[in-house]
C-alpha cells in the first residue's frame, strides 16, 4: 500500500468529478502540495481523505467528513 493511503489534506484546487486539482498535506512535517483526483466533486477548502494513487502518480481522494461531536484530526505528519 502507498504511504499516502489514509492521510488527511485539504483541497487547494478544486476537483470536479473525473477531472483533476490540487491537494495540500502535511508530510514529515513539512507542507506538500499534490495533484489529486476524485469520483466526486470536491471544494476548495474541504477536508479529504487519501484513498490511493493512480497510475500517473496523481493521489486519488475523496471528501472527508469527521464524525459527529469530534474534534477535528491533526493532519498526518
Given at each position: 500500500m502507498d504511504p499516502m493511503?489514509?492521510?488527511l489534506g485539504t483541497v487547494h484546487l478544486s476537483i470536479e468529478?473525473?477531472?483533476l486539482g490540487?491537494?495540500?498535506l502535511t508530510v514529515s512535517g513539512s507542507t506538500q502540495t499534490y495533484v489529486a483526483t476524485s469520483s466526486a466533486d470536491i471544494?476548495?477548502?474541504d477536508n479529504i481523505?487519501?484513498?490511493g494513487k493512480t497510475d500517473d502518480g496523481s493521489l486519488i481522494?475523496?471528501?472527508?467528513?469527521p464524525p459527529p461531536n469530534?474534534?477535528?484530526?491533526?493532519q498526518n505528519h
Open positions: 493511503v489514509g492521510k468529478a473525473g477531472g490540487e491537494v495540500v471544494a476548495r477548502g481523505l487519501v484513498t481522494v475523496d471528501k472527508w467528513y469530534a474534534p477535528a484530526p491533526q
